[in-house]
Nanobody
Framework: DVQLQASGGGLVQSGGSLRLSCAASGFIFSDYAIGWFRQAPGKEREGVSC????????YYTDSVKGRFTVSRDNAKNTVFLQMDNLKPEDTAVYYCATRRFICLDTMRDDDYTYWGQGTLVTVSS
């Protein structure tokens, strides 16, 4: 069975950092792109970042560019989202999801096949 396990959320002050992890199993990890999405209270889920199976191919939504860094360790079947200079508006439940091969700039939910449970990130002002 395909499984994605997101972890690493928590409470942090504005300007702080967190590193989220998405551990995957049940599929050929190196063939898949992993996307990060988030959903803030009362808002729709939005795409945050994605890393393709192609080395060096990543995507970031404008609001996190320069602050978030996505990376992957294929040997450990894990993707990381390093989040620096966090802001209160980054508060949300963060989800990881997977699709074949490459990221799409559109970051639509429908383009991703499997989803993990969320991990809550709370940034206090």
């Amino acid at each position: 069975d395909v499984q994605l396990q997101a972890s690493g959320g928590g409470l942090v002050q504005s300007g702080g950092s967190l590193r989220l992890s998405c551990a995957a199993s049940g599929f050929i990890f190196s063939d898949y792109a992993i996307g990060w999405f988030r959903q803030a209270p009362g808002k729709e889920r939005e795409g945050v970042s994605c890393i393709s199976s192609i080395p060096g191919s990543t995507y970031y939504t404008d609001s996190v560019k320069g602050r978030f860094t996505v990376s992957r360790d294929n040997a450990k079947n894990t993707v990381f989202l390093q989040m620096d200079n966090l802001k209160p508006e980054d508060t949300a439940v963060y989800y990881c999801a997977t699709r074949r091969f490459i990221c799409l700039d559109t970051m639509r939910d429908d383009d991703y096949t499997y989803w993990g449970q969320g991990t809550l990130v709370t940034v206090s002002s």
